[in-house]
């Protein structure tokens, strides 16, 4: 069975400092998988995503993402955080005929 | 930005009464989506659309209903709101070879309360 589990709710950074968003997966088959980022008051938009090309993936605003299968991750990362990354965040794994997404991660930047 | 609009953002109303949320998009996607989302847990799919005439219940059991008469129109309705459907619901909607790897585009959601 699918699931995808983001291992912070929360996570605070100083402006200027990377950003690690972790995400776990379990999957039958060979997965889908999707970041979006959801501003206040703003529908979530697509990051980036993995459907099986490159493992290291490279989205918007400098975000990126490497699929590990041998960890079953795909945590996000970005060099240097900006004020306006402040959002939630939500992996998603899709396989078979189901989507499944994770409760979220909310970014906070410290200035 | 994405061209998917939902109406009302915001939606406060009594027990029982009959509620349709409007969700529409100007993109020209063949799939449609309805999710639900409580605060700070995951979007679940009550709802999604392959096109025209096309609908199927997703993965979380809902007592909405939905319709897809127009390409661009997917309306969700709620025949006679509970307090158990205070949620947000988001609509979304996507083109490609499957839903399964489309990226999916949203709408900013609508907040309904029912007292």
């Known amino acids: 069975a699918q699931s995808v589990t983001q291992l912070d709710s929360h996570v605070s950074v100083s402006e200027g400092t990377p950003v690690l968003l972790r995400c776990n997966y379990s999957?039958?088959?060979?997965?889908?998988l999707f970041w979006y980022v959801q501003h206040p008051n703003k529908g979530l938009q697509l990051l980036l995503k993995?459907?099986?090309?490159?493992?290291l993936v490279k989205g918007i605003n400098g975000f990126e993402a490497e699929f590990k299968k041998s960890e079953t991750s795909f945590h996000l990362t970005k060099p240097s955080a900006h004020m306006s990354d402040a959002a939630e965040y939500f992996c998603?794994?899709?396989?078979?005929?189901?989507?499944?997404f994770g409760k979220g991660t909310r970014l906070h930047i410290l200035p | 930005e994405a061209d998917i609009y939902q109406t009302p953002r915001y939606l406060v109303i009594g027990t029982g009464k009959k509620i349709t949320l409007e969700c529409s998009q100007t993109?020209?996607?063949?799939?449609m989506y309805w999710y639900q989302q409580d605060p700070g847990m995951e979007l679940h799919l009550i709802h999604y659309?392959?096109?025209?005439?096309?609908?199927e219940k997703g993965d979380l059991s809902s007592e909405s209903t939905v319709s897809r008469i127009r390409t661009e129109h997917f309306p969700l309705t709620l025949e006679s709101a509970r307090p158990s459907h205070t949620s947000q619901y988001l609509c979304?909607?996507?083109?490609?070879?499957?839903?399964?790897?489309?990226?999916?585009?949203f709408g900013p959601g609508t907040r309904l309360t029912v007292l």
């Open positions: 979304a909607s996507s083109v490609g070879i499957s839903r399964i790897t489309d990226t999916q585009y």
């Open positions: 999957s039958s088959y060979s997965p889908s």
């Open positions: 993995y459907t099986s090309a490159a493992t």
């Open positions: 998603v794994v899709s396989d078979g005929d189901k989507i499944i």
């Open positions: 993109m020209g996607h063949d799939k």
């Open positions: 659309s392959y096109g025209v005439n096309s609908t």
